[in-house]
């Protein structure tokens, strides 16, 4: 929570620390209880006040929007979070599967407007050093290459894009 964070960042700003990581799925803007495409004005507040005490303590961040949790079920940790997924068809979604996820063209419309969102809410925010798409996710290239466009094309403030993989291959 955000008393975590009121206590985490002053100690590692006095350590001589300057960024830190934010994962966005641990309190999502999009989740089952609000449905695809309807933001949880709740948790962008959360992520409002987490950029904020950054800022205050001289950390920039890279705010993780997704992780790869959100396409398995089960998991080792119990991570999986596709069936509550609201890009899951069983949830009023687009996709039938986690795979349909990257093709869809109505998925892919409603990730760029989750982008575009993210853009005008945090993106004059000092603390925000880059997007990075995925944690873990194989995602495709194509698809990365697509939403990587897009916010170059809409960041006015022109972040550092990045993903991570879960695997050293180079994904189709």
Known sequence: GLADYETRFPK????????????MSN???????????????ANA???DQVLDLAARHGIRCMMALGTYGEF????????????INPYNKAN????????????DIQARAFYRRRLRYLIARYGAETSL???????ETDAPAPWVAEMATYLK????????ITNSYSTTGNPA
């Open 72 to 83: 398995t079920t089960g998991g080792f940790f119990n991570e999986g979070q596709w069936p």
């Open 27 to 41: 309190e999502p803007l999009e989740h089952g209880k609000n449905g695809l495409g309807q933001y949880d004005l």
């Open 153 to 160: 094309q809409n960041d006015p403030y022109r972040h550092l």
């Open 92 to 103: 009023g979604g687009p996709a039938a599967t986690p795979a349909d996820f990257w093709t």
């Open 12 to 23: 590692l700003s006095a350590a001589g620390g300057n960024y830190a990581r934010l994962w």
């Open 45 to 47: 507040w959360y992520f």
């Open 129 to 135: 050093a880059f997007w990075e798409f995925w944690n």
